[in-house]
């Protein structure tokens, strides 16, 4: 018998993942670092990316998600061949794309958040709540050749489009959300959806 659990209740339970990205950008050198995702209280998420811990409001890991799953959407479509257009949505970036001279497609997402340092080196990065807070940039952006990158004022994160999808459904899964395990799109012709199996068959998801 199925069980359903509402948010709440998952927001509540205790949720940790770890894995080790590949560093898209030293690939050839095969050079790795640490990844972690927890959730941290009520209402925030931690991610640890090497030495580096940041804290996010849920919402907007939730939103990194997504960009993130966007950026996965781009890549899956120069494979495939067809230019997508990820779900239409409020978003608290600023999503553009851009055609390079290969004629593939990039895609950049970019924020601006309430961001707060402390001698531990966490930062915590929140929806800005008044006109004087600090903000710092937050950008999630496509890599040529498959790759993805999550960059801050301090410091930039390359990774692959497998390490991509795994990140997008570990921060949904600590803000309360469910796995992004369906790309929902629109094509130039007609409305379509990108299911799992297409990342699988493209080599773009594993668990």
């Known amino acids: 018998m199925a069980v359903f659990v509402g948010k709440d209740e998952r927001e509540s339970r205790i949720f940790h993942v770890a ?27 931690n991610l640890n990316l090497d030495i580096v811990s940041i804290v996010f409001a849920s919402a907007v890991a939730e939103e990194i998600a997504r960009c993130l799953y966007d950026a996965v959407l781009i890549t899956v479509g120069n494979l495939a061949g067809f230019v997508p257009t990820p779900a239409a949505r409020d978003s608290m ?6 055609k390079r001279v290969s004629g593939d497609w990039s895609y950049t997402a970019d924020g ?10 966490v930062y915590f ?7 004087n807070d600090t903000t710092e940039q937050v950008g999630v952006y496509t890599v040529e050749d498959g790759g993805a990158e999550l960059v801050f004022e301090f410091m930039c994160y390359s990774f ?24 929902e799109t629109t094509s130039e012709s007609s409305s379509s959806c990108v299911p799992l199996a297409v990342l699988k068959f493209m ?5």
């Open 93 to 98: 970036f600023e999503r553009k794309y851009h």
């Open 203 to 207: 080599g773009l998801f594993e668990r």
């Open 160 to 183: 692959s489009m497998l390490d991509a999808v795994w990140l997008a459904n570990s921060l949904m899964e600590a803000a309360g959300g469910e796995p992004l395990d369906v790309l």
């Open 112 to 121: 601006k958040f309430s961001c707060h340092g402390s001698e531990s080196t």
């Open 125 to 131: 990065v929140e929806l800005p709540t008044d006109t």
């Open 19 to 45: 894995r080790d990205f590949t560093c898209w950008r030293d690939r050839e050198y095969n050079d790795q670092y640490p990844c972690q995702v927890s959730r941290q209280g009520e209402n925030t998420v």
